[in-house]
Protein backbone atom coordinates (compact mmCIF):
# COMPACT_ATOMS: atom_id res chain seq x y z
CA UNK A 1 0.00 0.00 0.00
CA UNK A 2 2.00 3.30 -1.36
CA UNK A 3 1.87 5.62 1.82
CA UNK A 4 1.18 9.46 0.52
CA UNK A 5 3.52 11.74 2.26
CA UNK A 6 2.07 15.62 3.09
CA UNK A 7 4.20 18.65 4.31
CA UNK A 8 1.48 20.68 6.25
CA UNK A 9 2.08 24.53 6.33
CA UNK A 10 -0.87 25.83 8.26
CA UNK A 11 1.26 29.32 7.89
CA UNK A 12 -0.71 32.95 9.17
CA UNK A 13 -4.22 34.52 10.03
CA UNK A 14 -7.25 32.53 8.92
CA UNK A 15 -4.64 30.32 7.17
CA UNK A 16 -4.30 27.89 10.92
CA UNK A 17 -8.09 28.12 10.86
CA UNK A 18 -8.94 26.63 7.74
CA UNK A 19 -6.47 23.87 7.49
CA UNK A 20 -7.50 22.60 10.40
CA UNK A 21 -10.90 21.83 9.32
CA UNK A 22 -9.09 20.36 5.88
CA UNK A 23 -6.86 18.07 8.62
CA UNK A 24 -10.13 17.05 9.51
CA UNK A 25 -11.16 16.10 6.38
CA UNK A 26 -8.37 14.17 5.80
CA UNK A 27 -8.76 12.21 9.05
CA UNK A 28 -12.59 11.61 7.92
CA UNK A 29 -11.60 10.05 5.23
CA UNK A 30 -9.06 7.61 6.59
CA UNK A 31 -11.29 6.32 8.86
CA UNK A 32 -13.48 6.20 5.75
CA UNK A 33 -11.00 3.92 3.67
CA UNK A 34 -8.59 1.81 5.65
CA UNK A 35 -6.89 1.81 1.99
CA UNK A 36 -5.87 5.31 2.07
CA UNK A 37 -1.97 5.41 4.04
CA UNK A 38 -1.38 9.15 4.83
CA UNK A 39 1.28 10.80 6.68
CA UNK A 40 1.24 14.25 7.38
CA UNK A 41 4.03 16.41 9.17
CA UNK A 42 3.03 19.90 10.36
CA UNK A 43 5.77 22.75 9.99
CA UNK A 44 5.36 25.51 11.70
CA UNK A 45 6.88 28.15 9.23
CA UNK A 46 5.09 31.94 9.62
CA UNK A 47 5.02 35.10 10.89
CA UNK A 48 5.52 33.82 14.33
CA UNK A 49 8.06 31.82 13.47
CA UNK A 50 9.48 34.85 11.85
CA UNK A 51 9.63 36.72 15.19
CA UNK A 52 11.27 34.19 16.82
CA UNK A 53 13.89 32.98 14.67
CA UNK A 54 14.48 35.92 12.12
CA UNK A 55 13.64 33.92 8.71
CA UNK A 56 10.43 32.61 7.52
CA UNK A 57 11.82 28.82 7.79
CA UNK A 58 14.89 27.20 8.59
CA UNK A 59 18.34 26.69 6.28
CA UNK A 60 17.27 23.12 5.02
CA UNK A 61 13.44 23.65 4.86
CA UNK A 62 13.86 22.95 1.01
CA UNK A 63 15.65 19.65 1.38
CA UNK A 64 13.33 18.39 4.18
CA UNK A 65 9.92 19.66 1.91
CA UNK A 66 11.87 17.71 -1.37
CA UNK A 67 10.98 14.63 0.50
CA UNK A 68 7.21 14.19 0.55
CA UNK A 69 5.03 13.78 -2.48
CA UNK A 70 3.35 17.24 -1.74
CA UNK A 71 2.66 20.34 0.42
CA UNK A 72 -0.80 21.29 1.73
CA UNK A 73 -0.52 24.96 2.48
CA UNK A 74 -2.72 27.59 4.55
CA UNK A 75 -1.73 31.47 4.35
CA UNK A 76 0.80 33.21 5.21
CA UNK A 77 0.64 37.29 5.53
CA UNK A 78 1.13 38.99 9.06
CA UNK A 79 1.43 43.05 10.20
CA UNK A 80 4.79 42.27 12.27
CA UNK A 81 6.02 40.93 9.03
CA UNK A 82 6.48 42.80 5.84
CA UNK A 83 4.35 41.17 2.66
CA UNK A 84 7.15 40.92 0.61
CA UNK A 85 9.63 39.09 3.11
CA UNK A 86 6.72 36.38 3.81
CA UNK A 87 6.00 35.59 0.15
CA UNK A 88 9.80 36.21 -1.06
CA UNK A 89 11.14 34.12 1.98
CA UNK A 90 8.65 31.23 1.96
CA UNK A 91 6.22 30.80 -0.79
CA UNK A 92 8.23 31.95 -3.86
CA UNK A 93 11.69 29.98 -2.87
CA UNK A 94 8.98 26.93 -2.53
CA UNK A 95 7.59 27.53 -6.33
CA UNK A 96 11.15 28.17 -7.42
CA UNK A 97 12.93 25.42 -6.10
CA UNK A 98 10.14 22.56 -7.19
CA UNK A 99 9.41 24.08 -10.62
CA UNK A 100 5.73 24.61 -9.82
CA UNK A 101 5.55 26.50 -13.02
CA UNK A 102 2.07 25.89 -13.44
CA UNK A 103 -0.79 27.54 -11.41
CA UNK A 104 -3.89 25.73 -11.63
CA UNK A 105 -6.91 28.01 -10.85
CA UNK A 106 -10.50 26.32 -11.54
CA UNK A 107 -13.51 28.39 -11.50
CA UNK A 108 -16.45 27.02 -11.33
CA UNK A 109 -20.60 28.31 -10.63
CA UNK A 110 -21.29 26.51 -7.62
CA UNK A 111 -24.97 25.48 -6.32
CA UNK A 112 -26.31 27.49 -3.48
CA UNK A 113 -23.86 30.47 -4.37
CA UNK A 114 -25.07 34.07 -6.11
CA UNK A 115 -22.80 35.85 -8.03
CA UNK A 116 -22.25 39.18 -7.89
CA UNK A 117 -22.52 38.97 -11.90
CA UNK A 118 -26.60 39.21 -13.30
CA UNK A 119 -24.91 36.84 -15.65
CA UNK A 120 -23.02 35.04 -13.35
CA UNK A 121 -24.29 31.27 -13.31
CA UNK A 122 -23.06 28.25 -15.12
CA UNK A 123 -19.25 29.40 -15.30
CA UNK A 124 -17.05 27.07 -15.58
CA UNK A 125 -13.30 27.76 -17.05
CA UNK A 126 -9.75 26.93 -15.26
CA UNK A 127 -6.82 29.26 -15.37
CA UNK A 128 -3.28 28.15 -15.80
CA UNK A 129 -1.05 30.79 -14.30
CA UNK A 130 2.82 30.62 -15.46
CA UNK A 131 4.01 30.15 -11.48
CA UNK A 132 8.20 31.00 -11.76
CA UNK A 133 8.96 33.92 -13.85
CA UNK A 134 7.67 36.84 -15.38
CA UNK A 135 6.71 40.07 -13.51
CA UNK A 136 7.76 38.16 -9.83
CA UNK A 137 11.06 38.96 -10.31
CA UNK A 138 13.79 40.12 -7.91
CA UNK A 139 15.63 41.90 -11.24
CA UNK A 140 16.11 45.27 -11.04
CA UNK A 141 16.66 47.90 -8.43
CA UNK A 142 16.89 51.35 -7.42
CA UNK A 143 19.24 54.23 -8.90
CA UNK A 144 20.17 58.04 -8.15
CA UNK A 145 18.75 57.92 -4.56
CA UNK A 146 17.96 60.61 -2.89
CA UNK A 147 18.65 62.65 -6.47
CA UNK A 148 16.07 64.25 -8.06
CA UNK A 149 16.31 61.55 -10.66
CA UNK A 150 15.74 59.12 -8.38
CA UNK A 151 14.57 56.01 -10.28
CA UNK A 152 13.47 52.46 -9.86
CA UNK A 153 13.67 49.09 -12.68
CA UNK A 154 11.90 46.31 -12.04
CA UNK A 155 12.54 43.75 -14.53
CA UNK A 156 10.19 41.01 -16.29
CA UNK A 157 12.13 37.96 -16.89
CA UNK A 158 9.97 35.35 -19.58
CA UNK A 159 11.81 32.66 -21.33
CA UNK A 160 11.11 30.71 -24.54
CA UNK A 161 10.93 27.57 -22.13
CA UNK A 162 9.23 29.40 -19.16
CA UNK A 163 6.50 29.89 -22.11
CA UNK A 164 6.42 26.90 -24.49
CA UNK A 165 6.00 25.01 -21.27
CA UNK A 166 2.83 26.76 -18.91
CA UNK A 167 1.41 26.71 -22.26
CA UNK A 168 1.90 23.03 -23.30
CA UNK A 169 0.21 22.64 -19.61
CA UNK A 170 -2.51 24.59 -20.87
CA UNK A 171 -3.05 22.48 -23.98
CA UNK A 172 -2.94 19.51 -22.42
CA UNK A 173 -5.39 20.19 -19.99
CA UNK A 174 -7.07 21.46 -22.69
CA UNK A 175 -7.24 18.28 -24.69
CA UNK A 176 -7.72 15.79 -22.23
CA UNK A 177 -11.09 17.59 -21.17
CA UNK A 178 -12.21 18.21 -24.81
CA UNK A 179 -11.70 21.84 -24.58
CA UNK A 180 -12.03 23.74 -27.78
CA UNK A 181 -10.41 27.06 -27.07
CA UNK A 182 -7.75 28.49 -25.07
CA UNK A 183 -7.28 32.39 -24.40
CA UNK A 184 -4.28 33.95 -23.53
CA UNK A 185 -4.25 37.24 -21.79
CA UNK A 186 -1.75 39.73 -23.25
CA UNK A 187 -0.53 43.24 -23.61
CA UNK A 188 1.87 43.23 -26.58
CA UNK A 189 0.42 46.67 -27.60
CA UNK A 190 2.15 48.48 -24.95
CA UNK A 191 4.50 46.06 -23.20
CA UNK A 192 6.42 45.51 -26.19
CA UNK A 193 9.82 43.29 -25.23
CA UNK A 194 8.05 40.31 -22.78
CA UNK A 195 4.35 40.52 -23.72
CA UNK A 196 5.49 40.34 -27.66
CA UNK A 197 7.98 37.72 -26.97
CA UNK A 198 4.75 35.85 -24.76
CA UNK A 199 2.53 35.93 -27.92
CA UNK A 200 5.26 34.78 -30.28
CA UNK A 201 5.55 31.58 -28.28
CA UNK A 202 2.00 31.21 -27.26
CA UNK A 203 1.22 31.19 -31.06
CA UNK A 204 4.37 28.20 -32.02
CA UNK A 205 3.35 26.27 -28.71
CA UNK A 206 -0.01 26.24 -29.69
CA UNK A 207 -0.04 25.59 -33.50
CA UNK A 208 3.05 22.85 -32.72
CA UNK A 209 1.27 20.70 -29.91
CA UNK A 210 -2.59 21.49 -30.27
CA UNK A 211 -3.71 23.23 -33.42
CA UNK A 212 -7.21 21.91 -33.65
CA UNK A 213 -7.38 24.20 -30.40
CA UNK A 214 -8.63 27.53 -30.83
CA UNK A 215 -6.13 30.24 -29.55
CA UNK A 216 -7.57 33.91 -29.39
CA UNK A 217 -5.04 36.08 -27.73
CA UNK A 218 -6.66 39.25 -25.63
CA UNK A 219 -5.75 42.10 -24.26
CA UNK A 220 -5.65 41.98 -20.57
CA UNK A 221 -7.59 45.11 -19.99
CA UNK A 222 -10.21 44.19 -22.48
CA UNK A 223 -10.34 40.36 -20.71
CA UNK A 224 -11.01 41.77 -17.14
CA UNK A 225 -13.92 43.54 -18.92
CA UNK A 226 -15.23 40.35 -20.70
CA UNK A 227 -14.97 38.10 -17.23
CA UNK A 228 -17.35 40.42 -15.77
CA UNK A 229 -19.31 40.80 -19.21
CA UNK A 230 -19.63 37.44 -20.56
CA UNK A 231 -17.59 34.98 -17.96
CA UNK A 232 -19.09 31.91 -19.49
CA UNK A 233 -17.39 32.18 -22.90
CA UNK A 234 -13.98 30.83 -21.58
CA UNK A 235 -12.68 27.31 -21.68
CA UNK A 236 -9.07 27.48 -20.86
CA UNK A 237 -7.35 30.92 -19.84
CA UNK A 238 -3.16 31.08 -19.98
CA UNK A 239 -1.64 33.99 -18.38
CA UNK A 240 1.68 35.33 -17.29
CA UNK A 241 2.77 35.77 -13.45
CA UNK A 242 0.75 38.96 -12.80
CA UNK A 243 -1.76 38.33 -15.47
CA UNK A 244 -2.85 35.45 -14.02
CA UNK A 245 -2.65 36.48 -10.44
CA UNK A 246 -5.38 39.57 -10.74
CA UNK A 247 -7.36 36.90 -13.66
CA UNK A 248 -7.66 34.39 -10.95
CA UNK A 249 -9.01 36.27 -7.67
CA UNK A 250 -11.36 38.47 -10.54
CA UNK A 251 -12.44 35.01 -11.25
CA UNK A 252 -12.70 33.82 -7.91
CA UNK A 253 -15.15 37.02 -7.35
CA UNK A 254 -17.67 36.07 -10.05
CA UNK A 255 -18.59 32.95 -8.70
CA UNK A 256 -18.78 33.53 -5.08
CA UNK A 257 -15.62 34.97 -3.28
CA UNK A 258 -11.95 33.76 -2.41
CA UNK A 259 -13.40 31.23 0.56
CA UNK A 260 -14.29 29.49 -1.80
CA UNK A 261 -11.21 29.19 -4.56
CA UNK A 262 -8.50 26.75 -4.51
CA UNK A 263 -5.31 26.64 -6.27
CA UNK A 264 -2.69 24.43 -7.05
CA UNK A 265 1.18 24.90 -7.51
CA UNK A 266 1.97 22.18 -10.22
CA UNK A 267 5.26 20.23 -11.32
CA UNK A 268 3.67 18.53 -13.76
CA UNK A 269 6.39 16.20 -14.26
CA UNK A 270 6.32 15.07 -10.61
CA UNK A 271 10.17 15.42 -10.51
CA UNK A 272 9.44 17.63 -7.13
CA UNK A 273 6.56 17.73 -4.53
CA UNK A 274 3.61 20.06 -5.97
CA UNK A 275 1.80 22.81 -3.91
CA UNK A 276 -1.75 22.96 -3.16
CA UNK A 277 -3.17 26.50 -1.29
CA UNK A 278 -6.42 28.22 -1.38
CA UNK A 279 -6.38 31.64 -3.75
CA UNK A 280 -7.32 34.02 -0.88
CA UNK A 281 -4.09 35.15 2.12
CA UNK A 282 -4.61 35.09 5.97
CA UNK A 283 -7.34 37.71 5.90
CA UNK A 284 -6.44 39.65 9.17
CA UNK A 285 -9.43 41.36 9.07
CA UNK A 286 -11.51 38.20 9.73
CA UNK A 287 -8.81 36.86 11.36
CA UNK A 288 -9.06 34.75 15.54
CA UNK A 289 -13.20 34.82 14.80
CA UNK A 290 -13.63 31.41 13.97
CA UNK A 291 -15.76 32.85 11.13
CA UNK A 292 -13.79 32.29 7.43
CA UNK A 293 -15.04 29.40 5.01
CA UNK A 294 -12.36 26.49 5.33
CA UNK A 295 -13.79 25.36 1.73
CA UNK A 296 -11.25 26.67 -0.48
CA UNK A 297 -8.85 24.99 1.86
CA UNK A 298 -10.73 21.60 1.68
CA UNK A 299 -11.00 21.70 -1.96
CA UNK A 300 -7.03 22.71 -2.56
CA UNK A 301 -6.29 19.30 -0.41
CA UNK A 302 -9.01 17.92 -3.07
CA UNK A 303 -6.87 19.11 -5.67
CA UNK A 304 -4.06 17.22 -4.00
CA UNK A 305 -5.12 14.03 -3.32
CA UNK A 306 -6.40 14.18 -7.28
CA UNK A 307 -2.54 14.77 -8.18
CA UNK A 308 -1.77 11.97 -6.18
CA UNK A 309 -3.88 9.55 -8.28
CA UNK A 310 -6.52 9.22 -6.42
CA UNK A 311 -9.15 11.46 -8.31
CA UNK A 312 -11.60 8.82 -6.52
CA UNK A 313 -11.15 10.76 -3.73
CA UNK A 314 -11.15 14.32 -5.18
CA UNK A 315 -14.53 13.28 -6.91
CA UNK A 316 -15.79 12.50 -2.96
CA UNK A 317 -14.54 16.17 -1.75
CA UNK A 318 -16.37 18.18 -4.36
CA UNK A 319 -19.40 16.37 -3.98
CA UNK A 320 -19.40 16.59 -0.39
CA UNK A 321 -18.70 20.48 -0.64
CA UNK A 322 -21.47 20.79 -3.94
CA UNK A 323 -24.05 19.14 -1.70
CA UNK A 324 -23.48 20.95 1.28
CA UNK A 325 -23.40 24.47 -0.45
CA UNK A 326 -26.64 22.66 -2.52
CA UNK A 327 -28.25 22.11 0.73
CA UNK A 328 -27.94 26.01 2.13
CA UNK A 329 -28.03 24.63 5.94
CA UNK A 330 -24.62 25.58 6.39
CA UNK A 331 -23.13 29.00 5.31
CA UNK A 332 -20.05 30.80 6.76
CA UNK A 333 -20.42 34.24 6.55
CA UNK A 334 -18.67 35.31 3.24
CA UNK A 335 -21.94 33.45 1.36
CA UNK A 336 -24.51 34.86 3.63
CA UNK A 337 -24.58 32.22 6.09
CA UNK A 338 -23.71 32.50 10.44
CA UNK A 339 -22.00 29.29 10.47
CA UNK A 340 -18.20 29.01 11.86
CA UNK A 341 -15.38 27.37 10.26
CA UNK A 342 -15.70 24.30 12.50
CA UNK A 343 -19.86 23.78 11.53
CA UNK A 344 -18.61 24.15 7.94
CA UNK A 345 -15.96 21.66 8.12
CA UNK A 346 -18.35 19.35 9.87
CA UNK A 347 -20.61 19.80 7.06
CA UNK A 348 -18.31 18.46 4.91
CA UNK A 349 -17.02 15.33 6.88
CA UNK A 350 -20.97 14.42 7.48
CA UNK A 351 -21.56 14.19 3.99
CA UNK A 352 -18.48 12.36 2.75
CA UNK A 353 -19.36 9.50 5.39
CA UNK A 354 -22.85 9.65 4.11
CA UNK A 355 -22.18 9.67 0.57
CA UNK A 356 -19.70 6.41 1.83
CA UNK A 357 -21.87 4.81 3.46
CA UNK A 358 -24.85 5.14 0.95
CA UNK A 359 -22.10 3.85 -1.87
CA UNK A 360 -20.66 0.77 0.80
CA UNK A 361 -17.50 2.27 1.08
CA UNK A 362 -15.02 5.11 -0.78
P1 LIG B 1 -6.98 38.09 1.62
O1 LIG B 1 -7.27 37.02 0.64
O2 LIG B 1 -6.30 37.68 2.86
O3 LIG B 1 -8.35 38.83 2.00
C1 LIG B 1 -9.16 39.56 1.05
C2 LIG B 1 -10.62 39.61 1.57
O4 LIG B 1 -11.25 38.33 1.40
C3 LIG B 1 -10.73 39.95 3.05
O5 LIG B 1 -11.84 40.77 3.25
C4 LIG B 1 -10.95 38.60 3.70
O6 LIG B 1 -11.67 38.65 4.91
C5 LIG B 1 -11.72 37.83 2.65
N1 LIG B 1 -11.42 36.39 2.71
C6 LIG B 1 -10.27 35.79 2.28
N2 LIG B 1 -10.32 34.48 2.53
C7 LIG B 1 -11.51 34.23 3.13
C8 LIG B 1 -12.13 33.03 3.63
N3 LIG B 1 -11.54 31.83 3.56
N4 LIG B 1 -13.35 33.16 4.20
C9 LIG B 1 -13.96 34.35 4.27
N5 LIG B 1 -13.43 35.51 3.80
C10 LIG B 1 -12.21 35.44 3.25
O7 LIG B 1 -6.11 39.20 0.85
P2 LIG B 1 -5.42 40.56 1.37
O8 LIG B 1 -6.31 41.22 2.37
O9 LIG B 1 -5.02 41.26 0.16
O10 LIG B 1 -4.10 40.08 2.09
C11 LIG B 1 -3.99 39.80 3.48
C12 LIG B 1 -2.63 39.17 3.75
O11 LIG B 1 -2.53 37.91 3.08
C13 LIG B 1 -1.45 40.01 3.23
O12 LIG B 1 -0.43 39.91 4.20
C14 LIG B 1 -1.06 39.32 1.93
O13 LIG B 1 0.31 39.49 1.61
C15 LIG B 1 -1.36 37.89 2.27
N6 LIG B 1 -1.61 37.03 1.10
C16 LIG B 1 -1.06 35.79 1.14
C17 LIG B 1 -1.32 34.89 0.14
C18 LIG B 1 -0.77 33.51 0.26
O14 LIG B 1 -0.49 33.06 1.36
N7 LIG B 1 -0.59 32.78 -0.83
C19 LIG B 1 -2.18 35.24 -0.92
C20 LIG B 1 -2.75 36.52 -0.93
C21 LIG B 1 -2.46 37.40 0.11
MN1 LIG C 1 -3.58 36.54 -5.61
Redesign the pocket.
Known amino acids: MTVIKIAVIP?D???KE?MQEALKVLNCLQEQDSSLQIETTIFPWSSDYYVQHGCMMPDHALETLQAYDAIL?G????ARVP?DV??WEL?MPIRKQFQQYVNFRPIKSLPGITSPLARGNDIDFVIFRENAEGEYSDSGGRLYQQQPQEMTIQNTIMTRIGIEKIVQAACDYAKQHGKTKLTSATKSNAIIHSMKFWDEHTRKTVAESAPALQLESIYIDALVAYFVERPQDFEVVVASNLFGDILSDLGSAIVG???LSPSANLNPEKDFPSMF??????????AGKG????I?QIWSLALLLGHQGRTDLEQLIVNAITTVLQQGLVK???IGGQATTEQMGDAICQEIINRTITAGGV
Do not use: K, Q, R
Open positions: GGIGVFAIGDDTVIGLGEPVHGSAPDIIANPATAD
